[in-house]
Protein backbone atom coordinates (compact mmCIF):
# COMPACT_ATOMS: atom_id res chain seq x y z
CA UNK A 1 0.00 0.00 0.00
CA UNK A 2 1.12 3.27 -0.84
CA UNK A 3 0.90 6.47 0.98
CA UNK A 4 -0.71 9.82 -0.47
CA UNK A 5 1.61 11.64 -3.02
CA UNK A 6 4.07 8.77 -2.94
CA UNK A 7 4.55 6.52 -5.69
CA UNK A 8 6.33 3.26 -6.50
CA UNK A 9 9.16 3.26 -9.26
CA UNK A 10 11.80 0.82 -10.01
CA UNK A 11 11.63 -0.14 -6.13
CA UNK A 12 11.85 3.37 -4.96
CA UNK A 13 9.93 5.99 -3.45
CA UNK A 14 9.59 9.25 -5.82
CA UNK A 15 9.25 12.42 -3.22
CA UNK A 16 7.25 15.28 -4.79
CA UNK A 17 9.12 18.36 -5.62
CA UNK A 18 7.26 20.06 -3.03
CA UNK A 19 8.72 18.00 -0.26
CA UNK A 20 12.36 18.52 -1.23
CA UNK A 21 11.77 22.45 -1.72
CA UNK A 22 10.77 21.79 2.49
CA UNK A 23 13.64 19.95 3.21
CA UNK A 24 16.09 21.89 1.59
CA UNK A 25 15.15 24.93 1.14
CA UNK A 26 16.04 26.65 4.61
CA UNK A 27 19.40 25.14 4.39
CA UNK A 28 19.80 26.90 0.60
CA UNK A 29 18.11 30.05 1.13
CA UNK A 30 20.38 30.11 4.55
CA UNK A 31 23.29 30.23 2.54
CA UNK A 32 22.66 32.62 -0.01
CA UNK A 33 21.38 35.04 2.50
CA UNK A 34 25.39 34.64 3.87
CA UNK A 35 26.61 34.77 0.81
CA UNK A 36 24.89 38.03 0.31
CA UNK A 37 25.84 39.63 4.04
CA UNK A 38 29.25 38.47 3.41
CA UNK A 39 29.37 40.33 0.14
CA UNK A 40 28.13 43.06 1.23
CA UNK A 41 30.54 43.50 4.21
CA UNK A 42 33.11 42.69 2.46
CA UNK A 43 32.13 45.73 -0.13
CA UNK A 44 31.88 48.19 2.59
CA UNK A 45 35.64 47.27 4.41
CA UNK A 46 34.82 44.78 7.56
CA UNK A 47 36.50 42.16 6.28
CA UNK A 48 39.59 43.22 7.33
CA UNK A 49 40.75 44.94 4.67
CA UNK A 50 41.96 48.99 4.22
CA UNK A 51 39.18 51.61 5.31
CA UNK A 52 39.99 54.87 4.97
CA UNK A 53 41.64 56.71 7.69
CA UNK A 54 39.33 60.10 9.24
CA UNK A 55 39.73 62.95 10.41
CA UNK A 56 38.70 66.12 12.02
CA UNK A 57 39.25 69.75 11.71
CA UNK A 58 43.13 70.85 13.14
CA UNK A 59 44.52 73.24 14.56
CA UNK A 60 48.14 75.36 13.76
CA UNK A 61 50.06 77.70 15.73
CA UNK A 62 50.29 81.62 15.17
CA UNK A 63 54.08 81.93 13.59
CA UNK A 64 54.84 84.89 17.09
CA UNK A 65 56.93 87.78 16.02
CA UNK A 66 60.43 87.82 16.01
CA UNK A 67 60.62 83.86 16.22
CA UNK A 68 61.66 81.24 13.39
CA UNK A 69 59.86 81.43 10.25
CA UNK A 70 57.79 78.15 10.79
CA UNK A 71 55.15 77.15 12.48
CA UNK A 72 53.30 73.83 13.18
CA UNK A 73 49.93 72.31 12.28
CA UNK A 74 48.38 69.35 14.12
CA UNK A 75 45.56 66.74 13.52
CA UNK A 76 43.84 63.34 15.22
CA UNK A 77 43.74 61.08 12.58
CA UNK A 78 41.71 58.08 12.63
CA UNK A 79 42.18 54.20 11.96
CA UNK A 80 38.64 52.56 12.00
CA UNK A 81 40.20 49.48 9.80
CA UNK A 82 42.32 46.27 10.86
CA UNK A 83 44.73 47.10 8.53
CA UNK A 84 47.44 49.95 10.16
CA UNK A 85 47.99 52.95 7.98
CA UNK A 86 50.65 55.44 7.46
CA UNK A 87 50.85 59.70 6.89
CA UNK A 88 52.89 59.54 4.77
CA UNK A 89 53.00 63.98 2.90
CA UNK A 90 51.23 66.64 3.31
CA UNK A 91 50.26 70.16 1.47
CA UNK A 92 48.52 73.40 1.98
CA UNK A 93 46.53 76.24 0.24
CA UNK A 94 49.92 78.38 0.16
CA UNK A 95 52.20 75.90 -1.18
CA UNK A 96 55.58 75.27 0.01
CA UNK A 97 57.48 72.56 1.90
CA UNK A 98 55.89 70.99 4.64
CA UNK A 99 57.90 68.18 6.80
CA UNK A 100 56.61 65.49 9.14
CA UNK A 101 58.63 65.55 12.06
CA UNK A 102 58.18 63.57 15.74
CA UNK A 103 59.61 64.56 18.76
CA UNK A 104 62.00 62.66 20.26
CA UNK A 105 62.27 62.97 23.96
CA UNK A 106 66.13 62.31 26.00
CA UNK A 107 65.41 62.58 29.31
CA UNK A 108 64.19 66.19 30.28
CA UNK A 109 65.00 67.58 26.56
CA UNK A 110 64.54 66.75 23.22
CA UNK A 111 65.00 67.29 19.90
CA UNK A 112 62.44 67.05 16.74
CA UNK A 113 63.43 64.66 13.64
CA UNK A 114 61.87 64.88 10.19
CA UNK A 115 60.17 61.02 9.29
CA UNK A 116 59.16 59.90 5.96
CA UNK A 117 56.01 58.54 7.77
CA UNK A 118 54.25 59.05 10.92
CA UNK A 119 51.96 55.62 11.67
CA UNK A 120 48.48 55.52 11.98
CA UNK A 121 47.72 52.28 13.87
CA UNK A 122 44.96 49.75 13.15
CA UNK A 123 41.58 50.54 15.16
CA UNK A 124 43.80 53.41 16.71
CA UNK A 125 44.72 57.18 16.35
CA UNK A 126 47.95 59.25 15.82
CA UNK A 127 47.07 62.07 17.62
CA UNK A 128 49.14 65.00 16.89
CA UNK A 129 50.73 67.85 19.47
CA UNK A 130 53.66 69.82 20.15
CA UNK A 131 54.85 67.31 22.34
CA UNK A 132 54.82 64.19 19.61
CA UNK A 133 54.20 64.60 16.41
CA UNK A 134 53.31 67.54 13.84
CA UNK A 135 53.59 68.91 10.47
CA UNK A 136 56.16 71.37 10.17
CA UNK A 137 55.50 74.15 7.86
CA UNK A 138 58.31 76.55 6.94
CA UNK A 139 58.40 79.95 6.04
CA UNK A 140 54.28 80.52 6.39
CA UNK A 141 52.62 83.44 5.23
CA UNK A 142 51.34 86.09 7.39
CA UNK A 143 48.64 84.83 9.67
CA UNK A 144 45.44 86.07 11.57
CA UNK A 145 44.18 84.08 14.40
CA UNK A 146 40.74 82.85 13.79
CA UNK A 147 41.53 82.09 10.10
CA UNK A 148 40.67 78.44 8.65
CA UNK A 149 43.35 76.97 6.71
CA UNK A 150 43.20 74.39 3.73
CA UNK A 151 45.26 71.08 3.83
CA UNK A 152 45.39 67.52 2.19
CA UNK A 153 46.90 65.02 3.40
CA UNK A 154 48.07 61.66 1.83
CA UNK A 155 48.68 58.14 3.11
CA UNK A 156 49.91 55.17 1.96
CA UNK A 157 46.99 53.44 2.01
CA UNK A 158 44.12 55.45 2.13
CA UNK A 159 43.08 58.43 -0.76
CA UNK A 160 44.13 61.72 0.10
CA UNK A 161 42.13 63.61 3.04
CA UNK A 162 41.22 67.30 2.72
CA UNK A 163 41.00 69.00 5.83
CA UNK A 164 41.02 72.89 7.43
CA UNK A 165 42.74 73.36 10.35
CA UNK A 166 42.27 76.85 12.35
CA UNK A 167 45.19 79.17 13.50
CA UNK A 168 45.18 79.57 17.19
CA UNK A 169 47.82 81.71 18.81
CA UNK A 170 50.36 80.63 21.23
CA UNK A 171 48.35 79.10 24.23
CA UNK A 172 45.25 78.71 22.23
CA UNK A 173 45.76 75.29 22.23
CA UNK A 174 42.50 73.58 21.81
CA UNK A 175 41.86 70.96 24.80
Known amino acids: MRGPGRSKAAGR ?9 RVAGPPVGAAALALVLLTGWTAVG ?14 MLLPTAG ?5 AAFFTIRNPGDVPDELTG ?4 FGGPITLKRHVHQGAAGRWEPVSALPVPARGELAMSPEDADLMIAAPPPLRPGRWVGFTLT ?3 SP ?12 GRPR
Do not use: K, S, Y
Not at 90 to 93: R, V
Not at 160 to 171: H, K
Open 13 to 21: FRVPALERF
Open 90 to 93: AGWE
Open 160 to 171: PLRLIARVLPPG
Open 46 to 59: GAGGPRPVEADAGW
Open 67 to 71: AAAAT
Open 155 to 157: FRH
